[in-house]
Protein backbone atom coordinates (compact mmCIF):
# COMPACT_ATOMS: atom_id res chain seq x y z
CA UNK A 1 0.00 0.00 0.00
CA UNK A 2 2.69 2.67 0.89
CA UNK A 3 6.40 2.19 0.08
CA UNK A 4 9.07 0.93 2.42
CA UNK A 5 12.12 2.34 3.13
CA UNK A 6 15.55 1.34 4.75
CA UNK A 7 14.81 0.63 8.23
CA UNK A 8 16.66 2.95 10.74
CA UNK A 9 16.22 1.04 13.84
CA UNK A 10 20.51 0.24 14.38
CA UNK A 11 20.63 -3.27 15.46
CA UNK A 12 24.71 -2.50 15.99
CA UNK A 13 25.32 1.17 16.66
CA UNK A 14 28.63 3.36 17.49
CA UNK A 15 28.91 6.86 19.31
CA UNK A 16 29.00 9.01 16.51
CA UNK A 17 32.47 10.63 17.33
CA UNK A 18 34.20 10.36 14.09
CA UNK A 19 33.32 11.30 10.54
CA UNK A 20 33.33 7.44 9.37
CA UNK A 21 30.34 6.59 11.87
CA UNK A 22 28.22 9.55 11.79
CA UNK A 23 25.57 7.42 9.95
CA UNK A 24 26.11 4.75 12.44
CA UNK A 25 27.29 1.27 11.31
CA UNK A 26 28.06 0.45 8.11
CA UNK A 27 24.94 -1.19 6.27
CA UNK A 28 27.12 -3.58 4.20
CA UNK A 29 27.68 -6.32 6.83
CA UNK A 30 25.71 -9.65 6.09
CA UNK A 31 24.42 -10.04 9.39
CA UNK A 32 21.75 -7.49 9.90
CA UNK A 33 19.28 -9.07 12.61
CA UNK A 34 16.13 -8.13 11.69
CA UNK A 35 13.03 -10.08 11.44
CA UNK A 36 11.77 -11.84 8.16
CA UNK A 37 8.14 -10.40 7.01
CA UNK A 38 8.12 -14.69 6.61
CA UNK A 39 8.82 -15.57 10.10
CA UNK A 40 6.08 -17.07 11.84
CA UNK A 41 5.48 -18.36 15.67
CA UNK A 42 3.65 -21.59 16.01
CA UNK A 43 0.51 -20.89 18.10
CA UNK A 44 -0.50 -24.30 19.67
CA UNK A 45 2.23 -26.36 20.41
CA UNK A 46 0.54 -29.81 21.61
CA UNK A 47 -0.83 -32.44 19.25
CA UNK A 48 -3.51 -33.32 21.41
CA UNK A 49 -4.21 -37.31 20.81
CA UNK A 50 -7.88 -37.32 22.07
CA UNK A 51 -10.58 -34.51 23.87
CA UNK A 52 -10.10 -36.70 26.90
CA UNK A 53 -6.05 -35.42 27.57
CA UNK A 54 -5.91 -32.86 29.91
CA UNK A 55 -6.88 -29.11 28.86
CA UNK A 56 -7.28 -30.58 24.81
CA UNK A 57 -8.72 -28.02 22.54
CA UNK A 58 -9.89 -29.99 19.33
CA UNK A 59 -11.67 -29.04 16.32
CA UNK A 60 -12.99 -32.67 15.80
CA UNK A 61 -13.36 -35.82 18.24
CA UNK A 62 -10.04 -37.12 16.36
CA UNK A 63 -8.12 -34.25 17.07
CA UNK A 64 -6.58 -33.20 14.03
CA UNK A 65 -3.40 -31.36 14.31
CA UNK A 66 -3.79 -27.91 12.60
CA UNK A 67 -1.06 -25.57 12.40
CA UNK A 68 -1.51 -22.39 13.22
CA UNK A 69 0.48 -19.08 12.90
CA UNK A 70 1.13 -15.92 14.14
CA UNK A 71 4.18 -13.55 12.78
CA UNK A 72 6.90 -13.34 15.03
CA UNK A 73 7.51 -9.56 16.52
CA UNK A 74 10.65 -7.42 16.57
CA UNK A 75 12.29 -4.66 13.97
CA UNK A 76 12.24 -4.85 9.98
CA UNK A 77 14.38 -4.28 7.38
CA UNK A 78 11.93 -2.40 5.63
CA UNK A 79 9.89 0.30 7.35
CA UNK A 80 6.31 2.14 6.27
CA UNK A 81 6.86 5.78 7.90
CA UNK A 82 9.17 7.88 7.70
CA UNK A 83 10.36 9.04 11.39
CA UNK A 84 10.10 12.24 10.67
CA UNK A 85 7.03 12.46 9.28
CA UNK A 86 5.75 10.46 12.48
CA UNK A 87 3.84 11.79 15.80
CA UNK A 88 3.25 9.24 18.09
CA UNK A 89 1.17 9.08 20.94
CA UNK A 90 0.90 6.52 23.70
CA UNK A 91 -2.22 6.07 25.98
CA UNK A 92 -3.16 3.74 29.05
CA UNK A 93 -6.41 3.14 29.80
CA UNK A 94 -8.62 0.90 32.23
CA UNK A 95 -7.37 -0.14 35.62
CA UNK A 96 -4.14 -0.14 36.78
CA UNK A 97 -0.95 -3.17 36.33
CA UNK A 98 2.28 -3.18 37.71
CA UNK A 99 4.51 -2.14 34.52
CA UNK A 100 2.64 0.23 32.34
CA UNK A 101 5.54 2.95 32.92
CA UNK A 102 8.15 0.19 31.95
CA UNK A 103 6.20 -0.24 28.84
CA UNK A 104 5.91 3.59 28.25
CA UNK A 105 9.57 3.95 28.56
CA UNK A 106 10.62 1.23 26.18
CA UNK A 107 7.75 2.73 23.82
CA UNK A 108 9.76 6.21 23.81
CA UNK A 109 13.40 5.13 23.74
CA UNK A 110 12.58 2.94 20.71
CA UNK A 111 11.00 5.37 18.63
CA UNK A 112 13.52 7.42 19.49
CA UNK A 113 16.34 5.28 18.06
CA UNK A 114 14.46 5.23 15.00
CA UNK A 115 14.70 8.90 14.82
CA UNK A 116 11.14 9.97 16.02
CA UNK A 117 11.25 13.37 17.35
CA UNK A 118 7.19 14.12 18.46
CA UNK A 119 6.13 11.85 21.04
CA UNK A 120 3.14 12.59 23.61
CA UNK A 121 1.22 11.08 26.16
CA UNK A 122 -2.56 11.18 25.99
CA UNK A 123 -3.50 11.84 29.89
CA UNK A 124 -6.09 9.84 31.69
CA UNK A 125 -6.65 7.08 29.11
CA UNK A 126 -9.51 7.66 25.93
CA UNK A 127 -10.61 10.66 28.44
CA UNK A 128 -7.18 12.78 27.53
CA UNK A 129 -8.98 12.92 23.81
CA UNK A 130 -12.07 15.30 24.57
CA UNK A 131 -11.25 16.87 28.06
CA UNK A 132 -10.40 20.13 26.71
CA UNK A 133 -8.67 20.79 30.05
CA UNK A 134 -6.32 17.55 29.33
CA UNK A 135 -3.13 18.32 27.48
CA UNK A 136 -0.59 15.95 26.06
CA UNK A 137 2.51 15.60 27.39
CA UNK A 138 5.60 15.58 25.43
CA UNK A 139 7.62 12.55 26.00
CA UNK A 140 11.48 12.07 25.21
CA UNK A 141 13.94 9.35 26.55
CA UNK A 142 14.83 12.31 29.27
CA UNK A 143 11.13 12.81 30.78
CA UNK A 144 10.85 8.70 31.29
CA UNK A 145 14.36 7.71 31.98
CA UNK A 146 13.35 6.70 35.60
CA UNK A 147 9.85 6.19 35.32
CA UNK A 148 9.78 2.28 35.82
CA UNK A 149 11.14 2.84 39.43
CA UNK A 150 7.36 3.34 40.74
CA UNK A 151 4.25 1.92 40.04
CA UNK A 152 0.97 3.22 38.79
CA UNK A 153 1.09 5.67 35.17
CA UNK A 154 3.09 8.45 34.21
CA UNK A 155 0.07 9.37 32.14
CA UNK A 156 -2.92 8.33 34.51
CA UNK A 157 -5.50 6.12 33.34
CA UNK A 158 -9.25 6.40 33.47
CA UNK A 159 -12.56 4.27 32.27
CA UNK A 160 -14.99 5.59 29.79
CA UNK A 161 -14.69 8.23 27.62
CA UNK A 162 -15.39 9.71 24.61
CA UNK A 163 -16.44 7.85 20.91
CA UNK A 164 -14.16 6.50 18.90
CA UNK A 165 -15.23 8.97 15.99
CA UNK A 166 -14.13 11.76 18.92
CA UNK A 167 -11.11 10.23 18.94
CA UNK A 168 -10.14 9.55 15.33
CA UNK A 169 -11.36 13.27 15.02
CA UNK A 170 -8.86 14.85 17.92
CA UNK A 171 -6.21 12.62 16.20
CA UNK A 172 -6.43 14.08 13.15
CA UNK A 173 -6.49 17.51 14.49
CA UNK A 174 -3.34 16.71 16.78
CA UNK A 175 -2.00 14.85 13.29
CA UNK A 176 -0.82 11.96 15.61
CA UNK A 177 -0.52 8.78 12.76
CA UNK A 178 1.04 6.36 15.68
CA UNK A 179 -1.06 5.50 18.47
CA UNK A 180 0.10 3.22 21.26
CA UNK A 181 -2.51 1.78 23.56
CA UNK A 182 -1.75 0.19 27.10
CA UNK A 183 -4.88 -1.44 27.97
CA UNK A 184 -6.91 -4.67 28.25
CA UNK A 185 -9.57 -6.04 26.66
CA UNK A 186 -12.09 -2.70 26.69
CA UNK A 187 -9.42 -0.78 25.81
CA UNK A 188 -8.23 -3.38 22.85
CA UNK A 189 -11.52 -3.27 21.47
CA UNK A 190 -11.86 0.95 21.13
CA UNK A 191 -8.20 -0.10 20.06
CA UNK A 192 -9.25 -2.39 17.14
CA UNK A 193 -12.61 0.86 16.49
CA UNK A 194 -10.24 3.32 16.03
CA UNK A 195 -8.18 1.75 13.49
CA UNK A 196 -10.97 0.21 11.62
CA UNK A 197 -11.98 4.29 11.84
CA UNK A 198 -8.91 5.38 10.71
CA UNK A 199 -8.83 2.95 7.71
CA UNK A 200 -12.18 3.97 6.80
CA UNK A 201 -11.19 7.56 6.89
CA UNK A 202 -8.13 6.30 5.03
CA UNK A 203 -5.67 7.75 7.24
CA UNK A 204 -2.08 6.36 7.35
CA UNK A 205 -1.98 5.70 11.05
CA UNK A 206 -0.79 2.65 12.82
CA UNK A 207 -2.85 1.81 16.01
CA UNK A 208 -0.63 -1.06 18.01
CA UNK A 209 -2.04 -2.43 21.41
CA UNK A 210 0.30 -3.96 24.35
CA UNK A 211 -2.17 -5.77 26.45
CA UNK A 212 -1.86 -4.56 30.23
CA UNK A 213 -4.14 -6.94 32.13
CA UNK A 214 -3.48 -8.40 35.45
CA UNK A 215 -6.41 -10.91 35.49
CA UNK A 216 -4.37 -12.26 32.49
CA UNK A 217 -7.45 -12.58 30.74
CA UNK A 218 -6.60 -11.67 27.14
CA UNK A 219 -6.60 -14.93 24.89
CA UNK A 220 -3.56 -16.93 23.05
CA UNK A 221 -1.06 -15.17 25.33
CA UNK A 222 1.38 -17.12 27.60
CA UNK A 223 0.92 -14.14 30.15
CA UNK A 224 0.68 -10.46 30.30
CA UNK A 225 2.89 -8.18 32.43
CA UNK A 226 1.94 -7.35 35.55
CA UNK A 227 0.47 -10.62 36.16
CA UNK A 228 3.80 -11.99 37.93
CA UNK A 229 3.95 -9.03 39.84
CA UNK A 230 0.64 -9.08 41.17
CA UNK A 231 0.85 -12.70 42.10
CA UNK A 232 3.81 -12.16 43.81
CA UNK A 233 2.24 -8.96 46.09
CA UNK A 234 -0.78 -11.52 46.73
CA UNK A 235 1.73 -13.48 48.72
CA UNK A 236 2.27 -11.30 51.30
CA UNK A 237 -1.68 -11.13 51.62
CA UNK A 238 -1.78 -14.48 51.91
CA UNK A 239 1.15 -15.25 53.79
CA UNK A 240 -0.25 -12.44 56.55
CA UNK A 241 -3.96 -14.45 56.56
CA UNK A 242 -1.88 -17.94 57.05
CA UNK A 243 -0.24 -16.70 59.85
CA UNK A 244 -3.37 -15.09 61.54
CA UNK A 245 -5.18 -18.33 61.10
CA UNK A 246 -2.48 -20.58 62.11
CA UNK A 247 -1.81 -18.44 65.45
CA UNK A 248 -5.38 -18.56 66.37
CA UNK A 249 -7.76 -21.13 67.99
CA UNK A 250 -9.73 -22.34 65.30
CA UNK A 251 -8.07 -19.58 62.70
CA UNK A 252 -10.00 -19.31 59.47
CA UNK A 253 -8.01 -16.82 57.07
CA UNK A 254 -9.72 -15.65 53.53
CA UNK A 255 -8.32 -13.83 50.83
CA UNK A 256 -10.53 -12.09 48.46
CA UNK A 257 -7.74 -11.59 44.92
CA UNK A 258 -8.36 -9.63 41.82
CA UNK A 259 -10.15 -10.97 39.13
CA UNK A 260 -13.38 -9.97 37.44
CA UNK A 261 -14.28 -13.19 35.21
CA UNK A 262 -10.98 -15.19 35.36
CA UNK A 263 -9.03 -16.84 38.25
CA UNK A 264 -6.10 -16.83 37.21
CA UNK A 265 -4.35 -14.64 40.13
CA UNK A 266 -6.30 -16.68 42.31
CA UNK A 267 -5.26 -19.92 41.32
CA UNK A 268 -1.40 -18.83 40.58
CA UNK A 269 -1.07 -17.29 44.02
CA UNK A 270 -2.53 -20.27 45.78
CA UNK A 271 -0.15 -22.06 43.96
CA UNK A 272 2.88 -20.27 44.91
CA UNK A 273 2.27 -19.81 48.57
CA UNK A 274 1.15 -23.61 48.96
CA UNK A 275 -0.92 -21.57 52.19
CA UNK A 276 -4.62 -22.01 50.74
CA UNK A 277 -6.70 -24.96 51.36
CA UNK A 278 -9.33 -23.43 49.57
CA UNK A 279 -9.28 -21.52 46.08
CA UNK A 280 -12.61 -20.54 44.55
CA UNK A 281 -12.27 -18.98 40.80
CA UNK A 282 -15.22 -17.72 38.62
CA UNK A 283 -15.02 -20.52 36.58
CA UNK A 284 -15.64 -23.42 38.93
CA UNK A 285 -19.02 -23.41 40.66
CA UNK A 286 -19.41 -23.85 43.97
CA UNK A 287 -21.88 -24.21 47.14
CA UNK A 288 -20.92 -22.77 50.37
CA UNK A 289 -23.86 -24.30 52.35
CA UNK A 290 -24.77 -28.15 52.00
CA UNK A 291 -22.88 -31.14 52.79
CA UNK A 292 -20.55 -30.99 50.18
CA UNK A 293 -20.25 -26.87 50.01
CA UNK A 294 -17.29 -24.43 51.45
CA UNK A 295 -18.21 -24.54 55.07
CA UNK A 296 -18.41 -28.05 55.69
CA UNK A 297 -15.11 -28.52 54.44
CA UNK A 298 -14.05 -25.63 56.36
CA UNK A 299 -15.36 -27.22 59.88
CA UNK A 300 -13.57 -30.55 58.68
CA UNK A 301 -10.31 -28.61 58.49
CA UNK A 302 -11.04 -27.06 61.52
CA UNK A 303 -10.86 -30.41 63.22
CA UNK A 304 -8.24 -32.05 61.09
CA UNK A 305 -6.06 -29.00 60.96
CA UNK A 306 -6.66 -26.62 64.06
CA UNK A 307 -7.16 -23.49 61.03
CA UNK A 308 -7.96 -23.19 57.40
CA UNK A 309 -7.22 -20.38 54.58
CA UNK A 310 -9.69 -19.56 51.81
CA UNK A 311 -8.69 -17.80 48.23
CA UNK A 312 -11.24 -16.26 46.56
CA UNK A 313 -11.41 -14.60 43.44
CA UNK A 314 -13.58 -11.20 43.25
CA UNK A 315 -15.72 -12.82 40.55
CA UNK A 316 -16.06 -16.11 41.74
CA UNK A 317 -19.24 -17.12 43.43
CA UNK A 318 -21.03 -14.50 41.88
CA UNK A 319 -24.82 -16.70 41.91
CA UNK A 320 -24.44 -16.26 45.39
CA UNK A 321 -24.77 -12.76 45.91
CA UNK A 322 -27.68 -10.11 44.91
CA UNK A 323 -27.24 -8.58 41.27
CA UNK A 324 -27.23 -4.81 41.26
CA UNK A 325 -27.32 -4.04 37.45
CA UNK A 326 -24.49 -1.40 38.31
CA UNK A 327 -21.76 -0.73 35.65
CA UNK A 328 -18.89 1.24 35.78
CA UNK A 329 -17.97 3.64 33.45
CA UNK A 330 -16.60 1.40 30.84
CA UNK A 331 -19.85 -0.88 31.12
CA UNK A 332 -17.94 -3.46 33.39
CA UNK A 333 -21.03 -5.22 35.34
CA UNK A 334 -20.02 -3.73 38.68
CA UNK A 335 -19.52 -6.97 40.97
CA UNK A 336 -20.99 -8.28 44.30
CA UNK A 337 -18.07 -8.65 47.59
CA UNK A 338 -18.01 -11.98 47.05
CA UNK A 339 -14.84 -12.03 49.87
CA UNK A 340 -17.11 -9.87 52.91
CA UNK A 341 -20.12 -12.54 51.81
CA UNK A 342 -17.89 -15.64 52.80
CA UNK A 343 -16.14 -13.79 55.60
CA UNK A 344 -19.96 -13.47 56.97
CA UNK A 345 -21.33 -16.63 56.24
CA UNK A 346 -18.79 -18.57 57.86
CA UNK A 347 -19.43 -16.52 61.20
CA UNK A 348 -22.70 -17.04 60.61
CA UNK A 349 -22.19 -21.08 60.37
CA UNK A 350 -19.26 -21.65 62.99
CA UNK A 351 -21.90 -19.63 65.32
CA UNK A 352 -24.90 -21.71 64.43
CA UNK A 353 -23.38 -24.76 64.83
CA UNK A 354 -21.64 -23.73 68.30
CA UNK A 355 -18.01 -24.41 67.03
CA UNK A 356 -15.57 -21.61 67.84
CA UNK A 357 -13.97 -19.99 64.73
CA UNK A 358 -11.69 -16.65 64.56
CA UNK A 359 -12.25 -15.70 61.37
CA UNK A 360 -9.81 -13.24 59.71
CA UNK A 361 -10.65 -11.56 56.33
CA UNK A 362 -8.10 -9.56 54.02
CA UNK A 363 -8.56 -7.88 51.22
CA UNK A 364 -4.92 -6.35 49.49
CA UNK A 365 -7.01 -5.31 46.12
CA UNK A 366 -5.41 -2.40 44.99
CA UNK A 367 -2.31 -2.97 46.39
CA UNK A 368 -1.45 -6.40 44.32
CA UNK A 369 -1.62 -3.43 41.11
CA UNK A 370 -0.54 -0.77 42.67
CA UNK A 371 3.21 -1.67 43.13
CA UNK A 372 6.44 -1.34 40.73
CA UNK A 373 6.89 -4.63 38.14
CA UNK A 374 9.15 -7.37 39.55
CA UNK A 375 12.23 -8.13 37.18
CA UNK A 376 10.44 -10.93 35.21
CA UNK A 377 7.38 -8.19 34.40
CA UNK A 378 10.44 -5.63 33.69
CA UNK A 379 11.92 -7.85 30.53
CA UNK A 380 8.49 -8.62 29.21
CA UNK A 381 7.70 -5.14 29.30
CA UNK A 382 10.60 -4.14 28.06
CA UNK A 383 10.43 -6.56 25.13
CA UNK A 384 6.50 -5.56 24.40
CA UNK A 385 6.81 -1.99 24.55
CA UNK A 386 10.24 -2.23 21.75
CA UNK A 387 8.33 -4.65 19.99
CA UNK A 388 5.09 -2.45 19.57
CA UNK A 389 7.22 0.33 17.77
CA UNK A 390 8.91 -2.29 15.80
CA UNK A 391 5.17 -4.19 14.49
CA UNK A 392 3.91 0.04 14.14
CA UNK A 393 7.16 0.84 11.63
CA UNK A 394 6.77 -2.71 9.63
CA UNK A 395 3.51 -1.51 8.49
CA UNK A 396 1.04 -3.31 10.95
CA UNK A 397 -2.28 -1.57 12.37
CA UNK A 398 -4.71 -2.80 14.31
CA UNK A 399 -2.74 -5.66 16.49
CA UNK A 400 -1.07 -5.97 19.59
CA UNK A 401 1.64 -7.38 20.99
CA UNK A 402 2.45 -10.57 22.72
CA UNK A 403 4.19 -13.72 23.94
CA UNK A 404 3.67 -16.92 22.84
CA UNK A 405 5.40 -20.43 23.21
CA UNK A 406 8.10 -17.99 24.41
CA UNK A 407 8.19 -16.21 21.54
CA UNK A 408 7.42 -12.33 20.83
CA UNK A 409 4.28 -12.05 18.33
CA UNK A 410 1.97 -9.73 16.99
CA UNK A 411 -1.75 -10.78 17.05
CA UNK A 412 -4.48 -9.53 15.05
CA UNK A 413 -6.93 -7.70 18.04
CA UNK A 414 -10.12 -9.43 17.32
CA UNK A 415 -8.98 -12.70 17.80
CA UNK A 416 -7.27 -11.76 21.53
CA UNK A 417 -10.17 -10.14 22.87
CA UNK A 418 -12.91 -12.27 21.49
CA UNK A 419 -13.95 -13.24 25.08
CA UNK A 420 -12.02 -12.95 28.57
CA UNK A 421 -9.95 -16.05 28.43
CA UNK A 422 -11.19 -18.39 31.38
CA UNK A 423 -9.29 -20.59 33.67
CA UNK A 424 -9.82 -24.20 31.96
CA UNK A 425 -10.98 -26.17 34.75
CA UNK A 426 -9.74 -29.41 32.97
CA UNK A 427 -6.08 -28.21 32.22
CA UNK A 428 -3.56 -29.70 34.54
CA UNK A 429 -2.60 -25.98 36.28
CA UNK A 430 -6.19 -25.61 37.16
CA UNK A 431 -5.80 -29.58 38.51
CA UNK A 432 -1.93 -28.85 40.18
CA UNK A 433 -3.53 -26.12 42.19
CA UNK A 434 -6.57 -28.94 43.32
CA UNK A 435 -3.81 -31.20 44.16
CA UNK A 436 -1.87 -28.58 46.42
CA UNK A 437 -4.87 -27.64 48.28
CA UNK A 438 -6.29 -31.19 48.66
CA UNK A 439 -9.80 -29.49 48.02
CA UNK A 440 -12.80 -31.46 47.27
CA UNK A 441 -15.46 -30.32 44.89
CA UNK A 442 -18.16 -27.59 46.77
CA UNK A 443 -21.03 -28.80 44.43
N1 LIG B 1 -16.30 -2.25 23.25
C1 LIG B 1 -15.61 -1.11 23.38
N2 LIG B 1 -15.43 -0.30 22.32
C2 LIG B 1 -14.72 0.85 22.43
N3 LIG B 1 -14.14 1.26 23.57
C3 LIG B 1 -14.30 0.50 24.67
C4 LIG B 1 -15.03 -0.74 24.63
N4 LIG B 1 -15.02 -1.27 25.88
C5 LIG B 1 -14.32 -0.41 26.65
N5 LIG B 1 -13.87 0.63 25.94
C6 LIG B 1 -13.06 1.74 26.44
O1 LIG B 1 -11.78 1.22 26.82
C7 LIG B 1 -11.32 1.85 28.01
C8 LIG B 1 -10.90 0.84 29.03
O2 LIG B 1 -11.91 -0.16 29.23
P1 LIG B 1 -12.03 -0.97 30.59
O3 LIG B 1 -12.98 -2.08 30.36
O4 LIG B 1 -12.33 -0.02 31.68
O5 LIG B 1 -10.56 -1.49 30.89
P2 LIG B 1 -9.67 -2.61 30.22
O6 LIG B 1 -9.18 -2.10 28.92
O7 LIG B 1 -8.58 -2.81 31.19
O8 LIG B 1 -10.54 -3.82 30.03
C9 LIG B 1 -12.44 2.75 28.49
O9 LIG B 1 -12.08 4.09 28.21
C10 LIG B 1 -13.65 2.31 27.71
O10 LIG B 1 -14.51 3.38 27.42
O1 LIG C 1 -11.78 -0.64 40.86
P1 LIG C 1 -11.37 -0.60 39.46
O2 LIG C 1 -10.36 0.43 39.14
O3 LIG C 1 -12.54 -0.56 38.53
O4 LIG C 1 -10.59 -1.95 39.16
C1 LIG C 1 -11.08 -3.21 39.49
C2 LIG C 1 -10.79 -4.18 38.39
O5 LIG C 1 -9.47 -4.17 37.96
C3 LIG C 1 -9.11 -5.48 37.51
O6 LIG C 1 -8.09 -5.98 38.29
C4 LIG C 1 -8.58 -5.46 36.12
O7 LIG C 1 -9.45 -4.82 35.30
P2 LIG C 1 -9.01 -4.15 33.94
O8 LIG C 1 -8.21 -5.19 33.19
O9 LIG C 1 -10.29 -3.83 33.27
O10 LIG C 1 -8.19 -2.96 34.26
C5 LIG C 1 -10.32 -6.35 37.70
O11 LIG C 1 -10.04 -7.62 38.15
C6 LIG C 1 -11.06 -5.56 38.76
O12 LIG C 1 -12.43 -5.84 38.73
MG1 LIG D 1 -11.53 -5.16 31.11
Known amino acids: MYSPTPGRFLLRMRTPVSEEFAGGYPSDEEWHGYISNSDR ?42 PEEVKAAIVTCGGLCPGLN ?42 VQ ?20 DIVDRMQEKGINMLFVL ?21 KVAVVGVPKTIDNDILLMDKTFGFDTAVEEAQRAINSA ?12 IVKLMGRDSGFIAMHASLASGQIDICLIPEVPFELHGPHGVLTHLKYLIETKGSA ?37 TKKYFREIGVHADVKYIDPTYMIRACRANASDG ?7 QNAVHGAFAGYSGITVGICNNHY ?35
Open 41 to 82: VLLKTINFASPNSAGAVCIDPACTWVEQWVHRAGPREKIYFK
Open 102 to 143: DVIRQVVITLEIYGVKSIVGIPFGYRGFSDSDLSEMPLSRKV
Open 146 to 165: NIHLSGGSLLGVSRGGPSVS
Open 183 to 203: GGNGTHAGANAIHEECRNRKL
Open 242 to 253: YIEAHSAYHGVG
Open 309 to 345: VVCVAEGAGQNLLQKTNAKDASGNIVLGDIGVHIQQE
Open 379 to 385: ILCAVLG
Open 409 to 443: VYFPIPEVIAYPRPVDPNSRMWHRCLTSTGQPDFI
